[in-house]
T-cell receptor
Framework: DAKTTQPNSMESNEEEPVHLPCNHS???????IHWYRQLPSQGPEYVIH???SNVNNRMASLAIAEDRKSSTLILHRATLRDAAVYYC???????????????FGTGTLLAVQP | NAGVTQTPKFRILKIGQSMTLQCAQD?????MYWYRQDPGMGLKLIYY???????DKGEVPNGYNVSRSTTEDFPLRLELAAPSQTSVYFC????????????FGDGTRLSIL
């Protein structure tokens, strides 16, 4: 399974943009890049996903490098509620059919300062 | 808007006891998953199910059993609790459509003493 590499932790100031990097140099051509986040004492929640093109939704933007070996999750204006662990995940595509399985790494712990 | 409901939220077990962690979803999702999360670590997949009557092992299945008799419910069974099973357990579900997100419950915090 292709793996991802993320910084252990990052800090941001409230109301400033945050760029969370993820490296995935062994990504395959059909792997989608998914981002989830986990707020303290909660289960993970879906943030965004993409394949090749940049993606935007109400929570964040996902910028994918042209060679797809890295991506960046962008929070346009960080709030205190965005303090969480952010996971960059390549969706597992086992042979014989997809089961939407996710393989989590340790993620990036984002601290947001007021 | 219940989503994925896990019970209990907290539990303390003695070594060797057994228990069942309950998980129910009301989104008519075919896929369901059980993960465990140890302190400071990411989630690891224990078991998953692609539909009623069909289950398969994940990354760390030893010491656990599952069943899936209905679309809604996916209980996780610990037969002989061991201290190494102290963890937070998360249940999740997703639809069969490719790349649909997983929806997670709030977790069960389990301590084995």
């Amino acid at each position: 399974d292709a793996k991802t590499t993320q910084p252990n932790s990052m800090e941001s100031n409230e109301e400033e943009p945050v760029h969370l990097p993820c490296n995935h140099s062994t990504i395959s051509g059909t792997d989608y890049i998914h981002w989830y986040r986990q707020l303290p004492s909660q289960g993970p929640e879906y943030v965004i996903h993409g394949l090749t093109s940049n993606v935007n939704n109400r929570m964040a933007s996902l910028a994918i490098a042209e060679d797809r070996k890295s991506s960046t999750l962008i929070l346009h204006r960080a709030t205190l509620r965005d303090a969480a662990v952010y996971y960059c995940i390549l969706r597992d595509h086992p042979s014989g059919g997809a089961t939407n399985k996710l393989i989590f790494g340790t993620g990036t712990l984002l601290a947001v300062q007021p | 808007n219940a989503g994925v409901t896990q019970t209990p939220k907290f539990r303390i077990l003695k070594i060797g006891q057994s228990m069942t962690l309950q998980c129910a979803q009301d989104m008519n999702h075919n896929y369901m998953y059980w993960y465990r999360q140890d302190p400071g670590m990411g989630l690891k997949l224990i078991y998953y199910s692609v539909g009623a009557g069909i289950t398969d092992k994940g990354e760390v299945p030893n010491g656990y059993n599952v069943s899936r008799s209905t679309t809604e419910d996916f209980p996780l069974r610990l037969e002989l609790a061991a201290p190494s099973q102290t963890s937070v357990y998360f249940c999740a579900s997703s639809s069969v459509t490719v790349n649909q997100p997983q929806h997670f419950g709030d977790g069960t915090r389990l301590s084995i003493l």
